[in-house]
């Protein structure tokens, strides 16, 4: 366990609780401002409420979500919201105090004091959410009994390309046809099988003729019926 942890989830703790009170005290401030504002405006006393609600609540908002959606090819949107809820904040505060201000204060000087507390609600906002997502991350990274890869969150690996190869199959060539065996040269090879122990029916089967074809070959002797023409071809007999 890192023994820097309670400490720093001390300095965590305090910079998150002194950020969220300042971030209160900003949102009364232009909150009881454009609330002013709106009811010298002229919508209802009993309505007003609303409008700062509104356009400050949209700041606090837009600020999560930048952080939320950091990296995401989205977060062009809350930023647009971010910054045109924060410009008409400053706006209707700069223009509240030039309006209520005493004829001897500068109008420029009232409006810089009023565009504050809208510009630290939104630093304060972002920063409260800034510190609780690192320290979230770090609880994650030094917890232990985790796994290696649950202390860390991962993010998704980057897709490893690889260079396409073409591989041309060499064609393989056809077998080539098995000869036609003639007379004197099917019993050479009969003489083979049988030398090999393989029976009559065996060769017949294999030579493409009658057994008893076979059995004339040996009975007869092969000598005479290797020394036949090669093209001389007995008539396959059928067996009866």
């Known amino acids: ?45 009993g309505q007003a409420w609303a409008w700062p609600l509104i356009v400050d609540g949209l700041i606090v908002v837009a600020t999560v979500a ?23 904040s400053v706006t209707a505060n700069a223009l509240h105090a030039t309006v209520t201000a005493d004829p001897d204060v500068p ?5 810089c004091v009023a565009a504050v507390p809208p510009l630290v609600l939104l630093a ?13 991350a770090r609880t994650v990274e030094t917890a232990p009994g985790l796994p290696a890869e649950e202390r860390t969150p991962t993010e998704p690996a980057p897709a490893v390309v690889l260079p396409e190869v073409f591989v041309t ?5 056809p077998a080539p046809p098995v000869p036609s065996l003639a007379g004197g040269d099917r019993r050479l090879v009969a003489a083979r099988l049988r030398d090999e122990g393989e029976s009559n029916k065996a060769i017949a089967r294999e030579l ?5 074809t076979v059995g004339r ?21 059928q067996d009866t």
């Open 169 to 173: 199959a060499t064609p393989v060539p």
């Open 124 to 136: 304060s906002t972002h920063l409260t959410v800034v510190l609780v997502r690192s320290h979230r």
């Open 66 to 88: 930048v952080v939320a959606l950091d990296g995401h090819r989205a977060a062009w949107y809350p930023w647009l919201l971010l910054m045109a809820g924060t410009l008409v």
């Open 217 to 237: 070959w040996f009975k007869g002797g092969l000598d005479a019926g290797a020394s036949a023409p090669a093209g001389h071809e007995e008539p396959k007999e």
């Open 1 to 45: 366990m890192n023994p820097r942890l309670p400490s720093g989830r001390l300095a965590v703790s305090t910079a998150t609780t002194g950020t969220v009170l300042i971030a209160a005290a900003a949102f009364w401030l232009s909150f009881t401002a454009l609330t002013d504002l709106a009811r010298r405006s002229g919508i209802d006393a």
């Open 107 to 111: 109008p420029l000087l009232a409006g």
């Open 208 to 212: 493409g003729v009658a057994p008893s």
